[in-house]
């Protein structure tokens, strides 16, 4: 029985694919006929196939035979072979050795695996895990604004759509006189600024008897909340709820 030994072998790359022909044994055919050449010796090679990627390495099952002339050095064409040939080959593939394994995963690949699994098995945690509780003020910004309710932010009234040349913009407190169905009458304070201060350091007691133009509501998430006016002049954007 011959040995598994490497004895020829011949190699196909690709970028991330690797085959090898591994010779597994090789016998002298004395007794046969060299159908291509008859009177040059021949030599029967057993094969198998070695494929590795980056992620496995895998043996085939199933051997193959070449024959070889020994005085050209070239493989004989399979449609050459003679009946004996075919049979001297089974004979020597049943004595050809198992090979070391069939499939087998690199280190690339069995980390290729972990990853996977804990991506999917995030994505399934995330899918099914309860929503993170709300905050206070989250909550309250994601209520439909009511007449009485009062907010910080900004209001800025053009006086022309889309034109900021000439716009009116102040920082302050803001509220609802009234509602009516989806129009909001909103009031501003009595002290507005210009410019950013922290909400605390601004009235947010005292408001104006007369509202700002009619608007209504365009945008509302538990991070701001957004008026405008119908002719697009008037917009109000608001950041905070006063607790009530």
Known sequence: MANFVVVRKQTLKAMFFHIQKIEQSTHHTDNLQNPKTPGNPMVLGVYRNKA???????????????????????????????????????????????????????VVGWLFILLFIGVFGYLIYDSVKPPLAKSEKHVAMEQAPVMGDVYFGRYEIYKEKGNPLGMEGRFGWFKVLKVEGDVYHIAKSTEMNSAHRPKEEMNSTSFESKSLPPVKLTEQTGYNVRFKSDDGLTEIYITDKQES
């Open 52 to 106: 590795r990627t980056i992620f496995y390495t895998i043996y085939t099952k199933k051997t193959f035979g070449e024959y070889w002339d020994s005085v050209e050095n070239k493989r004989i064409s399979k449609r050459f072979w003679t009946p004996e040939m075919k049979e001297y080959y089974q004979q020597k593939a049943l004595d050809t050795p198992k090979p070391p394994f069939v499939f087998k995963m690199t």
